[in-house]
């Protein structure tokens, strides 16, 4: 039993106080960005003093190494660049990285601003389906409801995600009464 207790006690987290705390965080930016209820959950679970946190946090944004509206604005135009997801995807994967809901809308709504959605979904699934004749894959049922619900994944509207594979397949308009039912 004392083995086990003293296994447990050297795999808890240490606790620290407000300058290690700093120093964590400081860490922690160095590897990747973060907005700030991403760093604040972080830091609840080593803080000794839960009264910490907040001054931390603080003197993180003092110094410029946290700004959640550059964080998001960072990453929504990342995602569009480098993986073309869609605004709906871009906007959930926003919240779950705990950014405030109407700066995640106002940011999503920016860098999505001059983009042309339906090229969007064309480039998407060029890439995702590189090396197949569309037009023959999407004509069986399977791969046509596989590729519809990989760009509603992505965050692509449904209006648009089916008058592009309308474009592949004579099928799609049977998408649209299967997304009336949801």
Known sequence: MCVQSEAMRQSA??????EALYNYALRLLGGRAFSTGELRERLQRRAADPGDIE????RCKEYG????RKFAE??????LENQSHGRGRVLRDLRQRKVAPALAEKTVKAVYEEVDEVA????YLGR???GKNLSEYL???K???????RLRTAGFSPGNSIRVLKRFSARADELEDTEAES
């Open 74 to 79: 960072t990453y929504a135009a990342s995602r």
């Open 120 to 123: 969007l979904i064309e480039t």
């Open 13 to 18: 987290p240490k606790r620290l106080d407000a």
């Open 128 to 130: 995702k389906f590189r």
């Open 65 to 68: 190494y946290l700004n959640d």
């Open 143 to 149: 791969h046509l409801a596989s590729a519809y619900r």
């Open 139 to 141: 004509a069986e049922e």
């Open 55 to 58: 001054g931390v946090l603080l």
